[in-house]
């Protein structure tokens, strides 16, 4: 109908969040808006990640690519990507790392001296810049109680008389260019399910059917009152929609006894950082970066209209 609006206004309620974790619910929206929001998360937030390595010494037993690719992978801290500068778009620079816009530079000199083998680990990389460096996973409650073995992620191990110096430059980018630049380990949504019992048909089962019914739920979503005898809904959320419940009732002749739909229009999220940012940070971001591109496409519409209004001249003011 011409005239209608589609707009709606999502609705975002935290549940759980933690520096690496966050868990909430998006709700008022439909499956399109969850999908491109997870969608950017993984693949469209910048990061900064180690992008160039030239290796001056290397006499371990790893290879030079090799080495290369583990640093790569390293998560780095990544408050300042949004603000930096793509390498590729930097006209302050040639590429070369000395730049404070779009890149930082590392530095990694390490040699073994002595018969103990010495790990190598994103400890020993030395950063251009203090707030872009590798991500520290120790914390208070990591167990470790020597501070040695709190050493970062190991990249090489060294024998004595072996060797490692190298500079590396790390820039800005994406995950859909490269799996070292997501800032998520992972991203999950599923819709929120609704169970509805029927008590009356319930009424009608012995304990020994109603345990049965439990107990064919492969997760823990439903459970026995010991007082009341009933069945009761304790977990909904634990529900996989594996269906098993339902083809229980069914195979017991009682179907509708128990019914489960999808609530369309509400999802639950779960999200673990890298480590690179902050998972209440990577959410806001993935936001701001879907309103970017939300952005463009209104202004591509604008854009086209044009051109059906005024034609050739459109285009041809627009250097077409």
């Keep these: 109908m011409d005239g209608a609006s589609y707009q709606r206004f999502p609705k975002?309620?935290?549940?759980?969040?933690?520096?690496?974790?966050?868990?909430?619910?998006?709700?008022?929206?439909?499956?399109?808006?969850?999908?491109?929001?997870?969608?950017?998360?993984?693949?469209?937030?910048?990061?900064?990640?180690?992008?160039?390595?030239?290796?001056?010494?290397?006499?371990?037993?790893?290879?030079?690519?090799?080495?290369?690719?583990?640093?790569g992978l390293i998560p780095l801290t990544s408050e300042r990507a949004m603000s930096m500068r793509f390498s590729r778009d930097c006209d302050a620079c040639d590429g070369d790392g000395q730049c404070e816009f779009c890149s930082v530079e590392f530095h990694l000199r390490a040699k073994c001296i002595?018969?103990?083998?010495?790990?190598?680990?994103?400890?020993?990389?030395?950063?251009?810049?203090?707030?872009?460096?590798?991500v520290d996973f120790s914390d208070a409650t990591s167990g470790f109680e020597n501070p040695e073995d709190q050493r970062g992620i190991t990249i090489v191990k060294l024998r004595k008389g072996q060797e490692l110096r190298l500079r590396a430059i790390a820039r800005k980018g994406i995950g859909k260019d490269h799996a070292k630049w997501s800032p998520a380990a992972t991203v999950t949504f599923m819709y929120e399910p609704e169970i509805h019992i029927n008590e009356e048909m319930m009424e009608?089962?012995?304990?020994?059917?109603?345990?049965?019914?439990?107990?064919?739920?492969?997760?823990?979503?439903?459970?026995?009152?010991?007082?009341?005898?009933?069945?009761?809904?304790?977990?909904?959320?634990?529900?996989?929609?594996?269906?098993?419940?339902?083809?229980?009732?069914?195979?017991?002749?009682?179907?509708?006894?128990?019914?489960?739909?999808?609530?369309?229009?509400?999802?639950?999220?779960?999200?673990?950082?890298?480590?690179?940012?902050?998972?209440?940070?990577?959410?806001?971001?993935?936001?701001?970066?879907?309103?970017?591109?939300?952005?463009?496409?209104?202004?591509?519409?604008?854009?086209?209209?044009?051109?059906?209004?005024?034609g050739e001249l459109g285009a041809h003011m627009r250097g077409g």
């Design 204 to 310: 009608t089962l012995s304990l020994e059917e109603k345990t049965s019914v439990v107990e064919s739920s492969p997760t823990k979503v439903f459970a026995l009152n010991p007082h009341t005898q009933q069945v009761e809904v304790v977990d909904p959320e634990a529900y996989t929609y594996d269906d098993e419940v339902l083809k229980k009732v069914e195979a017991m002749g009682k179907p509708g006894l128990i019914e489960i739909y999808a609530k369309e229009d509400s999802f639950i999220f779960t999200v673990e950082s890298t480590g690179a940012i902050k998972a209440s940070q990577l959410v806001i971001n993935a936001i701001d970066v879907l309103k970017q591109k939300l952005d463009a496409v209104r202004l591509l519409e604008d854009t086209v209209e044009a051109d059906d209004q005024f």
């Design 114 to 134: 002595n018969d103990q083998t010495l790990d190598v680990t994103s400890k020993d990389l030395y950063s251009s810049d203090h707030t872009v460096v590798p």
């Design 12 to 71: 975002v309620k935290i549940r759980e969040l933690k520096d690496d974790y966050a868990k909430f619910e998006l709700r008022e929206t439909d499956a399109s808006m969850a999908n491109a929001l997870r969608r950017v998360m993984i693949a469209e937030v910048p990061t900064i990640a180690i992008d160039l390595v030239e290796i001056e010494v290397n006499s371990s037993v790893l290879n030079d690519e090799f080495i290369a690719h583990r640093l």
